[in-house]
């Protein structure tokens, strides 16, 4: 009897710290993500560029993703309100070398076109911090 207490005790402890570690990196890979996102909100292409991953730069230069992201964004006017979507993670994407990675997908709204689904994929950094490696909005 005492055993299975010890060995459920021991299961339900493993069970939130695994969970609790989850958690806090969804916390983490949000905030990144809502951050980068601010700057895109704001208007801040340049910089939303500049603090994105090395994997990013690789597939737009900084020009380009001005260019593509004022055209996608321009029109849609100030954003209005974003909800986590989905969450998924990663270590082997279509497109990019293995890593770490978690795809986040957010329902947000703005004023001019309503609705639309934006997609953002970070990746884990050598430094152990998560930057963004791909976006779009439909």
């Known amino acids: 009897m005492i055993k299975r207490?010890?060995?459920?005790?021991?299961?339900?402890f493993c069970t939130n710290v695994v969970y609790g570690e989850?958690?806090?990196?969804?916390?983490?890979v949000e905030s990144s993500a809502r951050s980068w996102l601010g700057l895109i909100d704001s208007g801040k292409y340049k910089e939303s560029?500049?603090?994105s991953s090395a994997?990013?730069?690789l597939k737009k230069s900084e020009s380009?993703?001005?260019k593509s992201i004022t055209a996608t964004r321009g029109s849609r006017g100030a954003m209005s309100a974003r909800y986590i979507a989905t969450a998924a993670s990663g270590k082997?994407?279509?497109?990019f070398p293995d890593g770490e990675y978690v795809?986040?997908?957010?329902?947000?709204?703005?004023?001019?076109k309503g609705l639309a689904f934006e997609t953002?994929?970070?990746?884990?950094?050598?430094?152990e911090t998560w930057q963004v490696a791909e976006y779009s909005v439909k």
């Open 64 to 66: 380009e993703w001005i």
């Open 120 to 127: 953002v994929t970070l990746a884990k950094t050598q430094n």
């Open 22 to 28: 989850e958690s806090n990196i969804l916390e983490k």
């Open 55 to 57: 994997l990013f730069k």
């Open 92 to 95: 082997s994407l279509s497109g």
């Open 49 to 51: 560029w500049e603090n």
């Open 5 to 12: 207490l010890i060995v459920l005790l021991l299961l339900l």
């Open 103 to 112: 795809v986040l997908q957010f329902y947000t709204t703005f004023p001019e």
